[in-house]
C-alpha cells in the first residue's frame, strides 16, 4: 500500500493487522495491537516511552503554538486517547497524502508512515534565522516494528531513517528558499520508533544502520514514504 487515504479512511497492515490507522477529519490515528515501546521526537510524550498509539493532528498554516502540548492533551481527551501514552504529532501537511509502506524482514516486521510538506524546507548546517518559539512539523515519520530492537538501535534507527529522508528531498531536489541549496529536512520534522519487543523474535536487533538487514529496509522505506508523500504535496 502506498497513498490510501487518498480514496478511503482506514488502512490496516497487510503484514500485521493489528497496526490501524484511521483518518477522521484533522487526525490520522495509528491504533496499536498491543503496547508498544517508543522512542520519539514528538512533541508528547518525546523520548522513550510505551505508547498504545500514536495521533498526527493537522493545524491550520498560522498556527501559532503558545503550548503545543496542553493542545495535544487536549486533543487527546477529545477523541479518548489517554495523554500519557499517546505519541503526538503535529504537521500542516495533507493527511490524505500520507504514504504508507510495508516489509516483512528478517526477523522483524516493519510499517512505515510518512506525511510530508517542505513550505519550510530547510538545510542542516546554513546559518538562518531562528525562533525559539514552536512551530508544527512538516515531516513526520512513523517507523512500528515488530521485532526485539534495543534502544540504541532504535536510537540508530532514527538516524537512517534521517539519511534517507534527506536523501529523499535530495532526488526531488526540494531546496532551502532562502539559499536555494538542496534541503536536509524541515525545520520541524518529528521522528517515532514503536517496537513490539515480543520475546517470540529471539535476540534483538543490535544495530540499525545501512548495511543491517533492518537498517537497510527502514532506509528503504522512509525513502519511498518521504518520496511519494513530498512528490504528490501539490495533487489534489
Not at 81 to 100: E, N, W, Y
Not at 201 to 212: K, L, S, V
Amino acid at each position: 500500500m502506498t497513498q490510501p487515504f487518498r480514496a478511503g479512511r482506514e488502512y490496516r497492515s497487510s503484514i500485521w493487522p493489528g497496526i490501524r490507522f484511521s483518518l477522521n477529519g484533522d487526525v490520522l490515528r495509528t491504533t496499536f495491537p498491543e503496547p508498544l515501546s517508543a522512542l520519539s521526537s514528538a512533541i508528547m510524550p518525546g523520548g522513550f516511552s510505551i505508547a498504545d498509539g500514536l495521533l498526527n493532528w493537522k493545524v491550520p498554516l498560522d498556527y501559532g503554538g503558545g503550548d503545543p502540548v496542553k493542545h495535544m492533551r487536549e486533543k487527546c481527551a477529545t477523541l479518548g486517547a489517554d495523554p500519557r501514552r499517546t505519541i503526538g504529532f503535529m504537521t500542516a501537511a495533507k493527511l490524505t497524502h500520507a504514504s504508507i509502506q510495508e516489509t516483512d524482514g528478517d526477523r522483524f516486521r516493519l510499517v512505515c508512515c510518512a506525511t510530508a510538506g517542505t513550505r519550510n524546507a530547510a538545510r542542516a548546517g546554513d546559518s538562518r534565522k531562528t525562533y525559539s518559539a514552536y512551530a508544527p512539523g512538516t515531516i513526520n515519520i512513523s517507523l512500528f516494528i515488530d521485532g526485539k530492537v534495543t534502544e540504541s538501535a532504535m536510537v540508530g534507527a532514527i538516524v537512517t531513517a534521517t539519511e534517507a529522508k534527506s536523501a529523499a528531498l535530495q532526488e526531488l531536489g526540494i531546496a532551502e528558499r532562502e539559499t536555494g541549496r538542496i534541503a536536509t529536512g524541515t525545520t520541524t520534522d518529528a521522528v517515532a520508533v514503536c517496537v513490539s519487543q515480543r520475546p517470540s523474535w529471539g535476540e534483538p536487533h543490535a544495530y540499525a544502520g545501512g548495511a543491517t538487514t533492518i537498517g537497510c529496509s527502514i532506509g528503504e522505506a522512509v525513502f519511498r514514504a518521504v518520496r511519494e508523500a513530498v512528490r504528490t504535496q501539490g495533487e489534489p
